[in-house]
Nanobody, 115 residues
Framework: VQLQASGGGSVQAGNSLRLSCAASGSDFSSYDISWYRQGPGKQREFVAIHSSGVYRQYAESVKGRFIISRDNAKKMGYLQMNDLKPEDTAVYYC??????????WGQGTLVTVSS
């Protein structure tokens, strides 16, 4: 599977953005979809995961503000980011994991939040 992330941009704190992750290939519905981010000078960190079923999990730092979703028919993953904070500034990556635990990464999309 190939992934293409989009939707990043520059916003002021308190605003919202929705990131999209477009997938190509077959069996998209069987993949777990995750979002990760890497801030300036930081290691890549987990943000959220949506399993192939209904399970969702979020990093504590984004819980209550971010919502992960997916549309299997469109082969799309989404990350709705609300009440953005300067510390959310990062390059955001989508990742798909297949049933064999192979991970596939898309290119990142930059989110910049100013105070």
């Amino acid at each position: 599977v190939q992934l293409q992330a989009s939707g990043g941009g520059s916003v002021q704190a308190g605003n919202s953005l929705r990131l999209s992750c477009a997938a190509s290939g077959s069996d998209f519905s069987s993949y777990d979809i995750s979002w990760y981010r890497q801030g300036p000078g930081k290691q890549r960190e987990f943000v959220a995961i949506h399993s192939s079923g209904v399970y969702r999990q979020y990093a504590e730092s984004v819980k209550g503000r971010f919502i992960i979703s997916r549309d299997n028919a469109k082969k799309m993953g989404y990350l709705q980011m609300n009440d953005l904070k300067p510390e959310d500034t990062a390059v955001y990556y989508c990742m798909a994991r297949d049933v064999y635990h192979n991970d596939y990464w898309g290119q990142g999309t930059l989110v910049t939040v100013s105070s």
